[in-house]
């Protein structure tokens, strides 16, 4: 299906975030992203970190066509005029190297602050540098790398029943990481201090990825948002042209003409629900230092 400004069955929306496809893994719902992406237009994409596993790259190649035509989709949006912004995380951290570089069209920057149409302004990075096991704890970094990779398995498995039943996806890992104490005291951690940081840039709130819990909330009087993933919960983020934000799941591949999703839209500070999600892949090398922590932030405009 070709998406036209008349189609009825594509949304259109100011700006879009999208975080953690880890493209390069096995557990990469590329397809999902692929339909979300045909039914869903933008003035603007940030893809805010993880768009690109370059560690298990490093570890086992896998790039089947599905990741090629998530690239390709992308690319053909930049070409037809989307603003498309790169912050990237710590599995493409690779990119970090080139700040203000465009390639094919797309922005690479290391955060931004994103001015929103209803004049709030929000810092948006990936959020790695926060998570204190990626930079100091290597070995618990390890085991919960593992971990996180036996819990997809069994996932995969749980999927292809559910699919065989005709029901909507349902993601056994997140639901399991959120049996867990420590995860969810982690997440509460990760919020606090992302929250922290964005007060410390003047922003009235934050948009992140990394931990794969996708959330529209508001901590301390800072709006807090975390995109989710591509991996578990296939959520994202979308701006109205009024500024309000709107968390999207895309549940299942379209087979009807009516795309099928989930979406909560925020009620003033907070949202009426939050996307099913849970810790992503816990990493195994620690950060280098962030040069660019305390410069000036480039602000994404609009003409």
């Given at each position: 299906m070709t998406a036209t400004l008349?189609?009825?069955?594509?949304?259109?929306?100011?700006?879009l975030f999208i975080s953690d496809v880890h493209l390069g893994s096995k557990a990469a719902k590329a397809d999902f992203l692929i339909d979300f992406l045909r039914h869903?237009?933008?003035?603007?994409?940030?893809l805010v970190g993880d768009i690109v596993d370059g560690w298990r790259l490093k570890r086992n190649w896998y790039w089947p066509q599905a990741f090629n035509d998530v690239t390709q989709k992308l690319l053909r949006k930049a070409r037809k005029?989307?603003?498309i912004i790169y912050i990237p995380g710590n599995h493409d951290e690779f990119l970090r190297e080139f700040p203000g570089t465009h390639f094919g069209g797309v922005e690479v920057a290391q955060r931004i602050i994103?001015?929103?149409?209803?004049?709030?302004?929000?810092?948006?990075?990936?959020?790695?540098?926060?998570?204190?096991?990626?930079?100091?704890?290597?070995?618990?970094?390890y085991l919960g790398d593992w971990a996180y990779d036996a819990a997809i398995a069994i996932n995969v498995v749980f999927a292809?029943?559910?699919?065989?039943?005709?029901?909507?996806?349902?993601?056994?890992?997140?639901w399991a990481k959120q049996q867990v104490k420590s995860a969810v005291n982690f997440i509460g951690e990760f919020q606090k201090v992302v929250v922290e940081e964005a007060r410390r840039n003047d922003a009235d709130?934050?948009?992140?990825?990394?931990?794969?819990?996708?959330?529209?909330?508001?901590?301390?009087?800072?709006?807090?948002?975390?995109s989710g993933d591509w991996v578990e919960s296939c959520t994202a983020i979308a701006e109205h042209h009024?500024?309000?934000?709107?968390?999207i799941t895309w549940q299942k591949i379209s087979t009807a003409t009516v795309p099928v999703a989930l979406a909560t839209r925020s009620i003033g500070a907070v949202t009426t629900a939050s996307a099913e999600a849970a810790l992503g892949p816990i990493d195994i090398q620690p950060m280098p230092a962030c040069k660019w922590r305390f410069s000036a932030l480039p602000v994404l405009t609009y003409p």
């Open positions: 008349a189609d009825p069955n594509v949304r259109h929306f100011r700006t869903h237009e933008a003035e603007t994409i940030v005029g989307t603003r994103h001015e929103g149409a209803d004049g709030k302004r929000y810092l948006v990075l990936h959020g790695d540098e926060f998570d204190v096991v990626v930079r100091h704890a290597r070995v618990v970094a292809a029943v559910r699919r065989r039943l005709g029901l909507p996806y349902w993601s056994f890992s997140s709130g934050v948009i992140c990825g990394h931990i794969h819990h996708a959330v529209i909330t508001e901590i301390d009087g800072i709006r807090y948002i975390n009024d500024g309000e934000m709107e968390l």
